[in-house]
């Protein structure tokens, strides 16, 4: 099975500062990796697909990138409404299995 | 739109079916799929049906015990779950695959299972 990593577990950060967070994979999954947003009580909400694909209606501060291992999730301006965990996950092959979060607080 | 139900109670060894009726969307165009949630913990895939029904693929923590099945005629999803464990408590969502891609774009609510004697 592949097994998921991110970095950092939790950050803090000002709004307006840019934030990114990093995920890898335990074996090469091309570019098959999306990233989602989870508030408290809430579904998790899609915000890239295949690495680097904006989700429609995502606000375009997010983006994704990425193939292989490596990737990065990159918020340009944090606001307040990012406040959230963020979650990776591959679908490279089954079973998909997703990283373990970054909460993310201002 | 997805919406969950059929989750609730149950004792250890005892069984549930969770149904996730879809909407707004060709059902039978998609694959389907169950992740769970231990409430504060992370995000753990279940299991997944293509979108015809024949192939399916279930987490080695449920095989055997777990069922994924889908009624395309009425939009609607299920999970059959028996011979439940305590560690199989969790916020059960189901989701649909975008497409092309099997990202998850649309999820439902959620519904909770507990188990516990």
């Known amino acids: 099975d592949i097994q998921m990593t991110q970095s950092p577990s939790t950050l803090s950060a000002s709004v307006g500062d840019r934030v990114i967070i990093t995920c890898r994979a335990s074996?090469?999954?091309?570019?098959?990796l999306a990233w989602y947003q989870q508030k408290p009580g809430k579904a998790p909400k899609l915000l890239i697909f295949d690495a680097s694909n904006l989700e429609s209606g995502v606000p375009s501060r997010f983006s994704g990138s990425g193939s292989g291992a490596y990737f990065t999730l990159t918020i340009s301006s944090l606001q307040p409404d990012d406040v959230a965990t963020y979650y990776c996950?591959?679908?490279?092959?089954?079973?998909?299995?997703f990283g373990p979060g970054t909460k993310v607080d201002i | 739109q997805l919406l969950e139900s059929g989750g609730g109670s149950v004792q250890p060894g005892g069984s549930l079916k969770l149904s996730c009726a879809a909407s707004d969307f060709t059902f039978s165009a998609y694959a389907m799929s169950w992740v769970r949630q231990v409430p504060g913990r992370g995000l753990e895939w279940v299991s997944s049906?293509?979108?015809?029904?024949?192939?399916?693929y279930s987490a080695d923590s449920v095989k055997g015990r777990f069922t994924i099945s889908r009624d395309n005629s009425k939009n609607t999803l299920f999970l059959q779950m028996n011979n439940l464990r305590v560690q199989d408590t969790a916020v059960y969502f189901c989701a649909k695959s975008v497409g092309a891609s099997d990202a998850y774009d649309l999820w439902g609510q959620g519904t909770m299972v507990t188990v516990s004697s």
């Open positions: 049906i293509r979108g015809s029904g024949a192939t399916t």
């Open positions: 074996h090469s999954i091309s570019g098959w």
């Open positions: 996950q591959h679908y490279d092959t089954y079973p998909f299995t």
